[in-house]
Protein backbone atom coordinates (compact mmCIF):
# COMPACT_ATOMS: atom_id res chain seq x y z
CA UNK A 1 0.00 0.00 0.00
CA UNK A 2 1.70 3.64 -0.74
CA UNK A 3 0.48 6.36 1.36
CA UNK A 4 -0.13 9.96 -0.47
CA UNK A 5 -0.58 13.45 1.60
CA UNK A 6 -2.37 15.89 -0.75
CA UNK A 7 -2.27 19.01 1.02
CA UNK A 8 -3.30 22.90 -0.62
CA UNK A 9 -0.79 25.40 -0.11
CA UNK A 10 2.59 25.55 -0.23
CA UNK A 11 4.75 25.00 3.04
CA UNK A 12 8.90 26.80 3.73
CA UNK A 13 10.66 26.31 7.11
CA UNK A 14 10.52 24.49 9.55
CA UNK A 15 7.18 22.74 8.94
CA UNK A 16 8.28 21.70 5.74
CA UNK A 17 11.08 20.47 7.20
CA UNK A 18 9.30 18.50 9.91
CA UNK A 19 7.03 16.84 6.68
CA UNK A 20 10.21 16.01 5.11
CA UNK A 21 11.94 14.14 7.51
CA UNK A 22 8.71 12.12 8.83
CA UNK A 23 8.14 11.36 4.76
CA UNK A 24 11.72 9.72 4.86
CA UNK A 25 11.21 8.16 7.80
CA UNK A 26 8.09 6.54 6.77
CA UNK A 27 9.26 5.10 3.70
CA UNK A 28 11.97 3.56 5.22
CA UNK A 29 9.91 1.95 8.78
CA UNK A 30 7.24 1.22 6.06
CA UNK A 31 9.09 -1.61 4.01
CA UNK A 32 8.79 -4.03 6.71
CA UNK A 33 4.81 -3.22 7.19
CA UNK A 34 3.75 -3.87 3.49
CA UNK A 35 4.14 -0.30 3.50
CA UNK A 36 5.54 1.52 -0.63
CA UNK A 37 6.08 4.68 -1.57
CA UNK A 38 5.25 7.33 0.85
CA UNK A 39 5.06 10.90 -0.69
CA UNK A 40 3.33 14.54 -0.51
CA UNK A 41 1.89 16.29 -3.25
CA UNK A 42 0.80 19.91 -3.20
CA UNK A 43 -1.96 22.27 -4.79
CA UNK A 44 -2.13 25.81 -5.04
CA UNK A 45 -4.79 27.75 -2.89
CA UNK A 46 -8.00 27.91 -5.34
CA UNK A 47 -8.37 31.25 -6.75
CA UNK A 48 -12.65 31.63 -6.78
CA UNK A 49 -14.31 34.88 -5.52
CA UNK A 50 -16.18 33.10 -2.95
CA UNK A 51 -15.84 30.62 -0.04
CA UNK A 52 -17.88 28.38 -1.77
CA UNK A 53 -15.91 28.73 -5.18
CA UNK A 54 -12.27 28.17 -3.71
CA UNK A 55 -13.36 25.37 -1.64
CA UNK A 56 -14.66 23.66 -4.59
CA UNK A 57 -12.01 24.12 -7.04
CA UNK A 58 -9.43 22.80 -4.61
CA UNK A 59 -11.07 19.70 -3.17
CA UNK A 60 -11.92 19.36 -7.23
CA UNK A 61 -8.40 19.39 -7.79
CA UNK A 62 -7.14 16.92 -5.02
CA UNK A 63 -9.69 14.63 -6.53
CA UNK A 64 -7.90 14.26 -10.03
CA UNK A 65 -5.53 12.61 -7.67
CA UNK A 66 -7.35 9.97 -5.81
CA UNK A 67 -7.53 6.80 -7.61
CA UNK A 68 -10.91 4.89 -7.72
CA UNK A 69 -9.04 2.47 -5.78
CA UNK A 70 -7.87 4.43 -3.07
CA UNK A 71 -8.62 4.64 0.82
CA UNK A 72 -9.06 8.49 1.03
CA UNK A 73 -9.03 9.91 4.44
CA UNK A 74 -10.34 14.10 4.76
CA UNK A 75 -9.17 15.90 7.68
CA UNK A 76 -11.66 17.64 8.79
CA UNK A 77 -12.43 19.61 12.08
CA UNK A 78 -16.19 17.50 12.32
CA UNK A 79 -14.38 14.54 11.50
CA UNK A 80 -13.73 11.37 14.49
CA UNK A 81 -10.63 11.77 17.06
CA UNK A 82 -8.15 8.77 17.15
CA UNK A 83 -5.59 7.89 19.90
CA UNK A 84 -2.29 7.05 18.44
CA UNK A 85 -3.46 3.11 18.99
CA UNK A 86 -6.57 3.53 17.17
CA UNK A 87 -4.87 5.20 14.71
CA UNK A 88 -2.29 2.32 14.13
CA UNK A 89 -4.83 -0.24 13.83
CA UNK A 90 -6.85 1.62 11.52
CA UNK A 91 -3.73 1.73 9.19
CA UNK A 92 -3.01 -1.33 9.60
CA UNK A 93 -6.98 -2.77 9.17
CA UNK A 94 -6.45 -0.38 5.78
CA UNK A 95 -3.24 -1.96 4.34
CA UNK A 96 -5.16 -5.60 5.10
CA UNK A 97 -7.48 -5.00 3.60
CA UNK A 98 -5.66 -5.17 0.40
CA UNK A 99 -5.96 -1.22 -0.56
CA UNK A 100 -3.29 -0.06 -2.94
CA UNK A 101 -3.19 3.67 -1.88
CA UNK A 102 -4.20 5.13 1.56
CA UNK A 103 -4.70 9.09 0.76
CA UNK A 104 -4.44 11.67 3.36
CA UNK A 105 -6.68 15.00 1.98
CA UNK A 106 -5.72 18.19 3.99
CA UNK A 107 -7.67 21.13 2.55
CA UNK A 108 -6.97 25.07 2.11
CA UNK A 109 -7.73 27.69 4.91
CA UNK A 110 -11.55 27.07 4.42
CA UNK A 111 -11.28 23.42 4.49
CA UNK A 112 -13.08 20.93 1.94
CA UNK A 113 -15.54 20.98 -0.79
CA UNK A 114 -18.84 18.76 -0.86
CA UNK A 115 -17.77 16.62 -3.26
CA UNK A 116 -14.22 15.92 -1.65
CA UNK A 117 -15.84 14.77 1.82
CA UNK A 118 -18.45 12.78 0.33
CA UNK A 119 -15.90 11.06 -1.79
CA UNK A 120 -13.95 10.16 1.80
CA UNK A 121 -14.32 6.96 3.30
CA UNK A 122 -13.37 8.51 7.04
CA UNK A 123 -13.14 12.11 7.71
CA UNK A 124 -10.55 12.26 10.83
CA UNK A 125 -10.10 15.41 12.98
CA UNK A 126 -6.50 16.00 14.47
CA UNK A 127 -7.63 17.73 17.33
CA UNK A 128 -10.56 19.82 18.38
CA UNK A 129 -8.17 23.26 18.86
CA UNK A 130 -7.68 24.93 15.27
CA UNK A 131 -4.45 24.93 14.26
CA UNK A 132 -2.15 26.18 11.54
CA UNK A 133 -2.16 24.08 8.12
CA UNK A 134 1.80 23.49 8.00
CA UNK A 135 1.29 22.29 11.71
CA UNK A 136 -1.42 20.00 10.88
CA UNK A 137 0.50 18.46 8.06
CA UNK A 138 3.35 18.45 10.19
CA UNK A 139 1.35 16.46 13.07
CA UNK A 140 -1.13 14.21 10.69
CA UNK A 141 2.79 12.79 8.88
CA UNK A 142 4.47 12.34 12.51
CA UNK A 143 1.18 10.19 13.65
CA UNK A 144 1.43 8.16 10.43
CA UNK A 145 5.13 7.76 11.30
CA UNK A 146 4.66 6.96 14.16
CA UNK A 147 1.59 4.94 14.05
CA UNK A 148 3.61 2.46 12.19
CA UNK A 149 6.26 2.29 14.58
CA UNK A 150 3.69 0.81 16.76
CA UNK A 151 2.63 -1.55 14.33
CA UNK A 152 6.26 -2.39 14.33
CA UNK A 153 6.88 -2.71 18.22
CA UNK A 154 9.39 0.19 18.12
CA UNK A 155 10.15 2.22 20.87
CA UNK A 156 9.27 5.41 19.42
CA UNK A 157 6.46 5.47 20.83
CA UNK A 158 5.92 4.83 24.36
CA UNK A 159 2.63 4.45 26.83
Known sequence: MDINFLAVGRLKGPEQELCDRYITRIGLMG???GIGKCK???INEGRGN???ARKKIESDELLTKVSDKAVLI???ERGKSLD?????KLLADIRDRGAPDLVFALGGPDGHGE???QKAQIKLSLSHMTMPHGLARAVLVEQVYRALTILANHPYHRD
Open 31 to 33: RQL
Open 40 to 42: LSV
Open 50 to 52: TLK
Open 74 to 76: ALD
Open 84 to 88: SQKFS
Open 115 to 117: ALL
